[in-house]
């Protein structure tokens, strides 16, 4: 009997150890896609086309195609160690993008770095249209499907029942060691009484205190990061729209960027000065527009705006934009009367105007229009808009992206503070063209000598911690 039992153990136990096996992570672009947002997307465009901090990761495994595998994976292992033994390649590199200095991944094994260039090379050769065919709604990129987090917790229970197995057949090797010498041991634990005991509670209590503080910290670190944001909007305003097709400078609509810390949102009167010669969205008709009209009291039908505005109620403002939905409507399709579509048509827009307009707070659709922010920085940091703008002349999409191509705002960035820090490291000062840079005389001489070739935010005093947090 206890011969059979050992063996269906052992069998058992075989089984799952190589179902197990089976599964363990070979390399793969979703494990390659945790790594690099882990630990390179701070520095590398997720895109692998474009520099960011550090510069485009697509076709690395080309670049490096004349020397062996494992000398590009110890350029990623350790990047400093490659230049002071005087690689070729890795000289090359480093003349191209010093000082910037990459970060070392000592721990890296094979699979990691196998994983994280397939994915870096998913992203280089995915097709300019791809990320348009599998977007979200208002142009978004889509993220690639994730694996279920169920798999995670049958491999934990896999891993549990292999554990409890091997448990079971050392215990009973135990005993038939012990019947052959003679020996009677105690009788063996239940599974019951194996669960319950000090080791294995004990254990469980220290895993649980791991996974706690592990828990707490992370969310610490990644508290107030919402790169990827993308809410709905009470109007749907397209930037690629604007940006794009119209041309429409960043600075025209949100002009504060350049004079104050904040680059703040519009207000409906600079929609005016274009919108009250456009009635009609070229995709939305009248309904978006609309929204904006019904926010500030201009009635399109009369071209004026609507004196005592703000007395009137929700259903007499309603009869006067339904006339101007419904007279459009009529135009559009050459009717003299409305029809029952027609009818249908001004209700729903109606009804997605006094939604979008109105909240649990704000009763009446007349007064601004509540946009929801996407870009947010922790009350302890400080930023102004204007010095970037003027004194850095940063452009909009080095932070925001290619905001000319989003039809729905998302944020771009990370807006980490590693972020910010490797972006004072790498941004050369206007040194010549200000004079308030007069004052750093030592670096003056250094460049008229010849000993430095560009200053950085970080050479005055970009990094100290008093610049940004106050």
């Known amino acids: 009997m206890h011969h059979n039992s050992l063996k ?23 494990a390659g896609k945790t790594i690099f947002q882990n630990q390179c997307a701070a520095c590398h465009n997720k895109n692998m086309k474009d520099n960011l901090t550090g510069p485009a990761l697509g076709g690395a495994e080309a670049r490096w195609a004349a020397y062996p595998k494992e000398d590009l994976y110890n350029w990623i292992r350790n990047s400093q160690a490659m230049i002071a033994a005087g690689h070729p390649k890795a000289t090359e590199l480093w003349n191209q993008f010093k000082p910037t200095v990459m970060n070392s991944f000592p721990a890296f094994t094979d699979d990691d770095i196998a994983s994280t260039l397939l994915y870096i090379n998913a992203q280089f050769t995915k097709p300019a249209g791809g990320p348009v065919a599998s977007a979200q709604p208002g142009g978004v990129p889509a993220e690639p499907a994730k ?19 091997l448990s079971r057949v050392i215990g009973n090797l135990r005993h038939l060691v012990a019947q052959e010498d003679g020996v009677t041991l105690p009788p063996q634990k239940t599974l019951l009484q194996t669960l319950t005991s000090k080791g294995v509670v004990g254990f469980l209590i ?30 749907k305003f397209s930037h690629a729209t ?49 929204k904006i009209f019904a926010s500030i009291g201009y009635d399109p039908s009369t ?36 029809d029952q579509k027609g009818e ?12 979008s307009l109105t909240n649990d707070l704000k009763e009446s659709v007349a007064g601004p229009i509540e946009w929801t922010r996407i870009h947010m920085l922790p009350d302890h940091v400080y ?6 703008v003027n004194i850095g002349k940063i452009d909009c999409n080095q932070c925001h992206g290619k905001v000319q191509e989003m039809d729905l705002m998302y944020q771009y960035a990370p807006l980490s503070m590693g972020w910010c820090i490797n972006c004072h490291r790498e941004t050369e000062v206007k040194f010549t063209s200000n004079e308030y840079y007069n004052t750093y005389k030592q ?24 610049k940004c947090h106050y």
């Open 344 to 355: 249908r048509t001004v209700n729903e827009q109606w009804t997605e105007i006094s939604s």
């Open 443 to 466: 670096y003056h001489d250094a460049i008229a000598k010849g000993q430095k070739t560009k200053v950085t935010v970080e050479d005055i005093g970009g990094l100290e911690c008093q």
């Open 147 to 165: 694996p279920s987090k169920y798999i995670y917790y049958f491999l934990f229970v896999i891993l549990a029942v292999v554990v409890a197995v």
């Open 383 to 388: 930023f102004n808009h204007s010095q970037h």
């Open 8 to 30: 269906y153990c052992i069998l058992l136990a075989l089984i799952s150890i190589l179902f197990v096996g089976s599964s363990s992570a070979a390399p793969t672009a979703e």
């Open 303 to 338: 071209d004026k705006y609507v004196e005592n505005y703000d007395k009137l109620s929700n259903d007499e403002i309603k009869a006067i934009y339904s006339k101007w939905i419904a007279d459009n409507y009529m135009k559009d399709n050459e009717l003299t009367a409305l």
């Open 206 to 235: 220290f895993a649980l205190v791991v996974l706690g503080g592990y828990t707490t910290v992370n969310n610490g670190i990644a508290f107030g990061r919402q790169q990827g944001y993308a809410p709905e909007q009470p109007i």
């Open 242 to 290: 604007h940006a794009g097709i119209q041309g429409i400078d960043c600075q025209y609509c949100h002009d504060s960027a350049r004079r104050s810390k904040h680059a703040s949102i519009p207000g409906a009167n600079t929609c005016m000065n274009c919108h009250k010669a456009i009635e009609k969205g070229t995709l939305y008709g009248t309904q978006e527009l609309t």
